[in-house]
């Protein structure tokens, strides 16, 4: 049976391959761990092994060079343009060229390699250049010149004698570095040499190590050897797992280093880095940098396996592994979140001496955070398990609150749960465990209500906080409008029916504003269903309030039915109060208490209010007590409180009684009521 070969379009190839323009690193690293494979392959020891990484750059004209110069700070770094990989090990024989020359060739599967390493080259660069003295086999050496690129694919070689005194050596010359990689990617030298020695650990800290790697960047060399030492606080420590059928390989590494703070978990294939995660906060206390007698470290965990060098995708940017196992092959198929458990429990192991300083910084940001900001969660952080709450110490404010906020929920979930089977005593249940149990429940319960209160009160604090903020002179010399005053209180142009009463903070103004018929802000009086009135007329805020107890027939006059509240509020400082209803704030309450009763007050379901005409008005004006304010209270005959922070009275001709609170007064009549519950919590009340 005759079989014809599949053509291969390198073109198709390359436009399916994917490479992130993050990655345009990625073809140099490649080409060095090739480096590495050949020394090997050349039986070369590591110690006798050479690698040189070169930086090209685009030279630039003495001009520009000058215009740089006459800049701030140091010289940026002239655009890399490509890179000259070097090194003594097997070269482009025949046997190599031949692979090289075969997409997706299997010559060197035994190390990891998948075969399209050298397009990853051309993702992001126009062009490689090889040029290899390599061994024949007889022995002879040889010298072997090919391009590789996207429009001709490899070139005719151009083979000859190698030239008297050539010593065996291969030169990879990635030419052509494309904008839109070379932009996302690393620029200095002392970075590029951190992330080469970072995709390249594993041969340093295998057994036998690494050979020599240097990057060389004009004048400047960085010796990789050199940033191992640098960089590793102490010896690796290698095990094996058992994860399903298969064995995994966990490199256990400390890193110095003075401004690194996350802790990973590297995945490899084929002695490759593939794929990094952050573990940060994955376990109790890792976080930031761990502090031992030898000093700071990181923590990096690097996981090879067959299992990981069969699941690698093509391009080693990743693995085709589920993050969750499908229902058919669940018993049997390894997940991501399986490996990540079974290297996190080692890891625990491994640094279980050195994370407590980490776990006390930890339980401290929250029992500060609780006692200062969130006294509402104080009643569960007993329930809550002390891992579950092991976070950074630098964690925000905001993100921290999520985080105990998430568990508040989680026990409101169980709880919840836990009270659909308390209902009766289960059928072999003894009632004494019964009554053991219901009593834990409401135990339980009763922490989250001791919960809600808290957070209630600790609302309260806040608002006040934000209340005696907007009152003060702002950093341009201006006070805020009386719009912000007046949404701290009510939202504008809402009413009762359609806010919440978590976003209402009328006590403020006074603390039976709570419990009302019907309240409207900012809302024409005709849009009030209360009202029947017509008028445009748009008071800050009105409330009517009905009395919803039964009064017993009598012959007595009963008593009101409801009451009517105005509220009316000013900008801070605001000193041109004068006579009339549009300059006058007491007569502008006044007047809305009228037009209200003029209109037949009803209730908000349409119910008629006996005697409506003569509903009790109670009028609130909310500012600062400036010369001209002062004036219309001696005008409305009003009494000043004796604190001299207001003024009160009652205008028989309205029937209605008038309340004229400063701001100060305002902030501070809140402050005291709710003293006693700030005090319990801790809150400051000043």
Not at 81 to 89: C, E, L, M, V
Request: glycine share 6%.
């Amino acid at each position: 049976m005759s079989t014809t070969a599949m053509m291969t379009n390198l073109h198709g190839r390359l436009r399916n391959t994917y490479l992130p323009k993050s990655h345009g690193l990625l073809p140099l690293f490649e080409a060095v761990v090739n480096s590495i494979h050949a020394i090997e392959e050349a039986g070369v020891s590591t110690l006798d092994g050479r690698i040189t990484a070169e930086i090209l750059r685009r030279p630039q004209g003495q001009l520009g060079l000058d215009d740089e110069r006459s800049k701030p700070g140091p010289v940026p770094a002239e655009d890399i343009i490509g890179f000259r990989i070097a090194d003594n090990g097997v070269g482009f024989n025949d046997e190599n060229f031949t692979s090289f020359q075969t997409l997706d060739s299997e010559h060197k599967i035994g190390k990891g390699c998948r075969g399209v390493g050298r397009l990853l080259w051309l993702k992001a660069f126009e062009r490689v250049s090889v040029r290899s003295v390599y061994s024949s086999q007889e022995n002879q050496l040889k010298l072997r010149q090919f391009r590789f690129d996207a429009r001709d694919g490899v070139s005719a070689p151009m083979d000859a004698e190698a030239p008297p005194g050539a010593k065996r050596e291969t030169t990879v010359h990635l030419d052509g570095f494309r904008k839109d990689y070379r932009d996302a990617s690393r620029k200095t030298t002392g970075t590029i040499a951190d992330c080469l020695f970072e995709h390249c650990l594993w041969y340093f800290v295998r057994e036998g190590g690494a050979p020599e790697i240097v990057l060389v960047d004009g004048a400047e060399r960085v010796n990789l050897h050199q940033v191992y030492e640098e960089h590793m606080h102490s010896d690796a420590v290698r095990e094996s797992v058992d994860i399903g059928s298969y064995s995994f390989d966990l490199t256990h590494v400390r890193l110095r280093t003075s401004t690194q703070q996350v802790h990973i978990l590297a995945l490899c294939a084929g002695n490759r880095l593939v794929k990094e995660e952050s573990i940060n906060g994955r376990i109790p206390g890792l976080f930031g940098r761990i502090e031992d007698e030898d000093g700071g470290y990181v923590y990096a965990c690097y996981v090879g396996s067959p299992f990981l060098d069969q699941a690698v995708r093509s391009e080693r940017t990743g693995f085709d592994i589920a993050e969750e196992p499908s229902e058919l092959l669940e018993s049997t198929e390894i997940t991501l979140p399986q490996i990540r458990d079974a290297v996190l429990g080692r890891a625990k192991e491994q640094l279980a001496p050195h994370l407590e300083a980490n776990r006390a910084k930890s339980r401290q940001r929250v029992e500060d955070f609780v006692s200062q900001r969130a006294p509402r969660y104080r009643p569960i952080l007993a329930r809550v398990p002390q891992d579950e709450l092991s976070v950074d110490p630098a964690i925000s404010d905001r993100d921290l609150d999520v985080v105990l906020h998430r568990q508040l929920a989680r026990i409101e979930e169980a709880l919840l749960e836990e009270g659909h089977g308390l209902m009766a005593p289960g059928e072999a249940e003894d009632i004494a465990d019964y009554e053991r149990r219901l009593q834990g429940y409401l135990d339980k319960v009763q922490d989250i209500k001791r919960s809600d209160l808290a957070n209630y009160v600790a609302h309260r604090r806040v608002i006040l906080d934000l209340l005696e903020q907007a009152i003060k002179r702002q950093s341009d010399g201006r006070y805020a409008r009386e719009e912000l005053v007046h949404r701290l209180i009510m939202p504008l142009r809402r009413s009762s029916n359609e806010v919440l009463p978590d976003n209402c903070n009328l006590w403020l103004v006074d603390e039976r504003l709570a419990f009302h018929d019907y309240l409207a802000s900012d809302k024409p009086l005709q849009a009030m269903p209360i009202t029947g009135s017509t008028d445009t007329k748009e008071p800050d805020i009105v409330a009517l309030s009905v009395l919803d107890t039964a009064v017993l027939v009598s012959e007595r006059k009963a008593p009101p039915l409801a009451s009517i509240v105005v509220v009316e509020i000013k900008r801070p400082m605001r000193d041109d109060a004068g006579e009339g209803e549009d300059k006058d704030p007491i007569e502008q309450a006044l007047g809305y208490v009228e037009r209200i009763r003029n209109g037949q007050v009803m209730t908000s379901s349409g119910r008629p209010i006996p005697s409506a005409d003569t509903i009790p008005g109670f009028c609130y004006v909310l500012c600062d007590i400036t010369a001209s304010i002062e004036k219309r209270c001696r005008m409305h005959d009003l009494r000043v409180t004796s604190d001299h922070m207001g003024y009160f009275g009652y205008n028989g001709s309205y029937r209605a009684y008038i309340e004229v609170v400063s701001f100060d007064r305002l902030v501070e009549a809140a402050r005291q009521r709710n003293r006693a519950f700030f005090d319990k919590l801790g809150l400051p009340a000043d």
